[in-house]
């Protein structure tokens, strides 16, 4: 749309606003009444988008999430926002592109309103120009010649650069509207006409007909003739309009406005300066919390600064209105930061009247990475007696979680398929299976965290080591997986990590009770804040941009959540598979009786896994043979639906439905078959089509057998065994936080092992790099020296 903007609207309204061109552009009228209002254009026949978004005025939302529902929005342009760096001139790309979202927001059915600086800036760039061509004639007429002296320009007064610009700003505003078929009228005001009541209610009157006809009121003070602002000069209860920011709050309320966007150079309030070292941007800030935040100097421009915005966004406020400060001026986010607002994002800062009843997701962060050191800092020992400590727990609270399941179940009838239901359920023989698998790990963490992994002596008395630490604050995000919390904790307790973990909510009574009592096994050696359970309203594209506090995200769910988390994390590694599409290949020297135990075990136990066969790859030898047969008997059987491939459906008279695509994931009894003509073909096509999660395949013949087991780039490949193997208890590891089809670091089901790193311990004496220089006293030596025995047992 941008490009539209400048080719059907700024070249022309170029020619006639830049400075120098026509200067009839200033004998436009400079001061409009509130009721005398300048039409734009005609109304627009073009339908918009009509969403409910109907609410009673009155108390300002709570929760970002509740943004959505704003009906009356008000978006107030700081200075640094609409100017040039050079603040002579506006930034004419930044303005299209809140000009774009603003009109998106309007075809919705929602009443926007801008509040704009912008009018000094664009009307220094004209004076300035009119001021050096005036002074180039009057020099050249009295030098009688064409060479010019350097010429100063005077500094301008603003309320002559107002005066100059406002027409001149809105007739760009007009340009760009009317790319979206969208009015819009401008309205300049002072203080008085919010003081004096008529004048008031003549204000009022003219904004509510403009919004009743789906006109933009485009709202400013009058530079041009309003005096300078009085310190101290606000009314007990009234806000006096002194800049932008007042009249921005004072006009979202006086409008019962839902919403009030106020964009300026930075990304929000910060407890500190932004820029100091210490400085954290604040997401919710709450009345009364001023006390905590240390103001800077204002903007480099416009008349308030961020102590000005805070004050006026307190007050509106408590007018009713919801407040959103945000940067407008960042490349990467000002093409949707108003939307990103209005949907609920976690952008800026947030002006709320409701404090959580637990701590900010943020503190979370922080209480998990304070939490995850101390344990790191526990012996093997304390760690593992953690850990079965929660095992017990699992077994002696077995009626409570149970009870807690029943509820989570209840509530998810007829909203959750089956699948998903059967993964949401609990039962005695899983919870006994969970508190085998955790003591296993218990076992295993004896000496994973701390354990030399090299020596080396690098010189006399100066000696390396590499040793395993954990690898810091691990955000484990899962859907339906109850089962999948007291696993996750019990990896992160062995491996000395902190945790973030957060469930859906339609386990929400389960991860409860589950999640209390990894607290209560903490707690026998101090270390409960060490894990987490997200409860606040976090979407989980916000978690993955707390960069600061998480090192790591593994997400537990269906493909598309894997998907959105890794599209989503920006600056954070992600563990993970976005596919389980894991093939079986029967080769032409298969065992009958066990390519169907193979086929069965992988598809039918349980479909929904992520380790389940998703494509069967028959060699064409075995077509319309006893064991082709055999195979499809038993799938009809067992209900499994067949799709066809190309080159299976080729071969039969009457096929079963063709398939869509041969890189699908059913998560159900659906199966894919298609024909090969040997091994080679059936790697080709694991290559083409396969997610590298896990695949098998069946045969007597070894060397076959190992050709495909060292030439199949997966993370798990098989050789008569069934793909549901491919999981961190029956590997041994005692549970997994999800199988990685990643190439770096950790691959396939990811155990103690994967959530480690390392760290270089080097010890000497007083030793400095100049004495192994070509003079110095000293040589390197780089031995290698042995490695502490691992224990095994």
């Known amino acids: 749309m941008l490009s539209q903007v400048y080719r059907s609207g700024f070249q022309a309204f170029r020619q006639r606003l830049l400075p120098g061109v026509q200067s009839t552009a200033l004998s436009r009228s400079h001061r409009v009444q509130p009721s005398a209002i300048r039409h734009v254009r005609s109304w627009s026949n073009i339908p918009f988008i009509t969403v409910p978004l109907s609410r009673t005025h009155g108390k300002s939302f709570a929760h970002r999430s509740e943004l959505k529902h704003a009906k009356r929005i008000v978006v107030k342009l700081g200075s640094a926002v609409v100017t040039r760096g050079d603040e002579c001139g506006l930034a004419l790309g930044r303005l299209a592109s809140i000009v774009e979202q603003v009109s998106v927001l309007q075809n919705q059915g929602r009443e926007m309103m801008l509040v704009t600086s912008g009018a000094v800036a664009f009307g220094k760039q004209r004076l300035r120009h009119e001021i050096l061509l005036s002074q180039s004639v009057r020099q050249a007429l009295h030098s009688g010649q064409n060479q010019l002296k350097e010429m100063a320009i005077p500094v301008l007064e603003a309320r002559a650069c107002a005066a100059a610009g406002q027409s001149g700003l809105m007739a760009l505003y007009e340009a760009m509207f009317t790319q979206y078929s969208i009015c819009a009228a401008q309205i300049l005001v002072t203080n008085l006409d919010f003081h004096d009541e008529q004048k008031r209610r003549n204000l009022n009157g003219t904004l509510h007909e403009l919004l009743r006809m789906n006109i933009v009121p485009i709202v400013n003070t009058n530079d041009a003739v309003v005096p300078p602002a009085e310190p101290n ?66 903007s480099r421009v416009g008349m308030g600064g961020m102590e000005a ?166 955000l484990v995000i899962f859907e339906s997986r109850p089962d999948c919390l007291p696993q996750v904790a019990a990896l992160a307790i062995a491996s000395g990590n902190g945790l973030l973990l957060k469930g859906g909510k339609e386990a929400t009574h389960s991860n409860r009770i589950l999640h209390l009592l990894a607290q209560e096994a903490l707690s026998i050696h101090g270390v409960k804040e060490a894990i987490q359970l997200v409860n606040t309203r976090e979407e989980v594209e916000d978690l993955c941009r707390l960069d600061k506090m998480i090192d790591l995200i593994i997400p537990r769910g269906s493909s598309q959540l894997v998907r ?86 080729s071969y039969l008279t009457f096929s079963p439905s063709e398939v869509k695509s041969l890189r699908t ?78 190439r770096i670091h950790a691959r396939g089901p990811v155990g103690l092992e994967g959530l480690l790193t390392t760290k270089w311990l080097l010890r000497g004496q ?19 020296l042995p490695v502490p025995q691992r224990n095994t047992n």
């Open 564 to 649: 959105d988390i890794q599209k989503a994390a920006k600056g954070i590694p992600v563990m993970g598979h976005s596919e389980g599409i894991c093939h079986m290949y029967v080769d032409s020297e298969a065992s009958v009786d066990k390519a169907t135990r193979l086929v069965r075990d992988s598809k039918c136990e349980y479909p929904a896994a992520c380790n389940a066969l998703e494509t069967l790859l028959i060699h064409r030898d075995l077509l319309r043979t006893p064991l082709f047969d055999q195979i499809i008997d038993m799938l009809r059987v067992e209900q499994v639906k067949i799709h066809a491939g190309p080159k299976f459906a």
């Open 766 to 784: 007083d030793h400095v790099v100049s004495d192994f220089s070509e003079h110095g006293s000293l040589k390197y030596l780089h031995e290698n």
């Open 309 to 474: 915005k805070v004050k006026a966004a307190l007050w509106a406020l408590q007018g009713g209105t919801s407040v959103v400060i945000a940067n407008g001026t960042h490349p990467k986010v000002s093409g949707h930061v108003i939307t990103d607002i209005v949907e609920g994002k976690k952008v800026g800062t947030f002006f709320s009247e409701v404090k959580p009843a637990g701590p900010t997701v943020e503190q979370q962060g922080e209480m998990a990475r304070a939490g995850g050191r101390m344990l790191a800092t526990l012996e093997p020992e304390q760690r593992a007696e953690i850990i079965h400590h929660l095992a017990d727990l699992l077994t002696d609270q077995r009626d409570e979680i149970l009870l807690a399941n029943k509820k989570d179940l209840e509530e998810a009838e007829g909203r959750l398929a089956a699948p998903l239901l059967k993964r949401l359920s609990l039962s005695t023989s899983k919870l006994n299976s969970l508190a085998i698998g955790l003591r296993q790990i218990a076992a295993s963490s004896q000496d994973s965290v701390g354990r030399v992994l090299r020596r080396t002596r690098i010189a006399k008395n100066l000696e390396l080591e590499q040793v395993t630490v954990p690898i810091g604050v691990l």
């Open 665 to 742: 994931e059913y998560g159900d009894l659906e199966l894919c078959i298609e024909v090969v003509d040997s091994v080679q073909e059936a790697i080709d096509h694991i290559h083409k089509y396969g997610s590298s999660h896990t695949d098998v395949i069946v045969t007597e013949n070894e060397k076959t057998a190992e050709f495909f087991l060292q030439h199949v780039d997966s993370a798990c490949v098989f050789w008569n065994a069934s793909t549901r193997f491919s999981d961190g208890y029956r590997f041994g590891l005692g549970a997994e936080v999800g199988i990685s089809t990643s």
């Open 233 to 298: 000069s606000d009314l007990q209860g009234v806000i006096s309009v002194k800049d932008n920011d007042s009249l921005a709050a004072r006009l979202a309320v006086e409008m019962k406005t839902d919403l009030l966007i106020v964009l300026s150079d930075v990304e929000g309030l910060f407890d500190s300066p932004p820029g100091s070292d210490d400085a954290k941007l604040i997401d919710i800030f709450y009345p009364g919390d001023q006390q905590s935040v240390t103001f800077g100097t204002k």
